[in-house]
């Protein structure tokens, strides 16, 4: 996707703009997180991101990005990512994954998070937890590891050792972010053989699982936007933005910066501040 384009390391300054942006994006989640229910639509949630993100004198990644004509990203079942938000009525038991992206002076914070509705299939349920886990493992090996490839090391052994099988959605991948929204370099979500760029002050990524429970295979929808799996089984989708600092990593789309999941992991935010 990106080639051999340069990686850009940020500032402390820049990391800190990025901050602003994903503290942004973390309370545009707060507040679908208290919204979201059966019998609204996925255009409700969109204007609900909306006003958070425009009552902070922030500005949306999304809207117009290549055409895109929404805030949110609102992805509900089989539809993994870049779900348009519209008419479609929440109903029990939907799986909605939600992706909001936010810029502040210039600077990009983009996140993602999975709901399962009341009256949920407990199958559900644990397709999302195991995505969320996998993404945390895969934020926690940038702390100890020397090459970006940890991540999907990471990630593909909290998937193995579900109790049941998973695909990992491998068309669609995490990146680097920065002034723009994406950047190199691609962050996988698999093993893969081969150097990775390694880790080091001023890289910022995002972090974001895809997870099916069926087939890893996709497909893209009439509207050139929505992915679906091919099989029609459930997908969920969960992602941070991280920065890795002198003295260790940042989660910037997160209240508390990681401090709380990562505690978990054995892992103590160093917040570049």
Known sequence: MF?????EYKTREQVQAMRRAGLVV???HAAVREAVRPGLTTADLDAVAAGVIEGAGATPSFLGYHGYPATLCVSVNDEIVHGIPGDRQLEPGDVVSVDCGAIVDGWHGDAAFTVVLPDADPADVALSDTTERAMWAGIAALATG???GVVGDAVEDVVAAAP?????????VGHGIGSA?????????????GKSPKLRAGLCVAIEPMLTRGSRMTQVLEDDWTVVTEDGTRAAHWEHTVAIGPEGIWVLTAADGGAQRLAELGVTVAPWE
């Open 146 to 148: 020397e090459r970006l």
């Open 164 to 172: 049941v099988t998973y695909g990992i959605v491998q068309e669609y």
């Open 26 to 28: 973390a309370q545009a």
């Open 3 to 7: 080639g051999r384009e340069a990686i």
């Open 181 to 193: 929204m994406h950047q190199p370099p691609e962050v996988l979500n698999y093993r893969a053989r």
